[in-house]
């Protein structure tokens, strides 16, 4: 099995600030780890370098007004919120990210690797048709699976792992029956969006599929998500690609959340994902890099297992180092499973009329092409 790693190094140069969160080091420490093991020239390993993504592709997700404003705010400087300035040069490197996740979508597609893992930044869930917003600017992901759309591929699962819901891949593709987005998410949390009860609406309505999670939860939780709910919602949708929203900032060490997932269980979500895949549509599979900001705790050992997991390598010794063993014990709640699974009956009741695989009769057919059903284009 061969997977791609798709990376420039300008997507290093991205900074909005030195101590800001979404900072180069997120990468960097990442890319130092994948060398000392030894992935960077693995014979399952392809390095792929992108190019800036056309703006046709982009404008297929976002509103020109808004690519206008970036064009020009990035010559100057900007603002979007607190959160989200516009340093100078942006632009380019917003465009080079989304281009990223392209060139990861074009080697699988093409059949030149099996899957691919785009490591890009800046991130860009939150992003919507005409706003960006908590450190991103362009949908890279959403672009993505409008481009393989544009090649013939017809369905698309989004599995967005990151620890904020990806309110504005969701927002793109909330009445977008072809698109059925996934997101596991700890609330409340920022962006408050993600309750159980935001299926979609129009065509759509169904094919959006949020499972929120409290502070505390871990691994199993993880696992008892994807194989109650993500894995039989796959298996009846049929896609023909899947998508993952990797973010990272579930890490039991990440600053900015709560919640205490491990490298290991990340590298066996991915196994998990990557068996899907397998079993859905010929192991096609495309990762992009979202959030995720624990840079010497966490992010060099979660992708180190995501990318040994997507290439099919022995996860038996992805772990982190001992002196963060106490961090997880402090981070785990046991008590949080009651919660997960309380979510997840209502998520069932919320879907049953749509789906069979939660009790009910389900959708008589799931959609074909995308131009013909729910929103299309923007």
Known sequence: MTTALVFHPDYLLHEQSRDHPERRERLSYTLDQIREEGLWDHPSVK???PHEAPMEAVARVHHPEYLGFLEEASRRGGFIDF??????DLFSHALLAAGGALRAADAVLSGEV??????????????????GAGFCYLNNIAIMVRHVQQQGVRKVMILDWDAHHGDGTQQIFYEDATVLFSSIHQMPFYPGSGHVDEIGSGAGTGYSVNMPVPAGTGDESYHYLFDTVIAPLAEEFSPELIAVSAGQDNHFTDPLTGLALTARGYAELMKKAVGLAEELCKGRLVAVLE???????????????????MAGLDL???????IY??????????????????????????????WKCFGGEGKREHPGRWDKVGTGST
């Open 47 to 49: 390095i792929l370098t």
């Open 83 to 88: 959160d989200t300035n516009v340093p100078v």
């Open 114 to 131: 099996i899957n691919a893992f785009a490591l890009v930044r800046p991130p860009g869930h939150h992003a919507r048709q005409g706003t």
């Open 291 to 309: 959030g995720g900001y624990s840079v010497e705790g966490g992010l060099p050992y979660t992708n180190l297992g995501i990318i040994a997991a």
């Open 316 to 322: 038996r010794s992805i772990r982190e180092p001992d």
């Open 325 to 354: 063993q106490e961090w997880l014990l402090r981070a785990r709640d046991p008590s949080a499973q009651v919660q997960v699974r309380e979510h997840a009956l209502s998520l069932s009741r919320c879907l049953a009329p749509y």
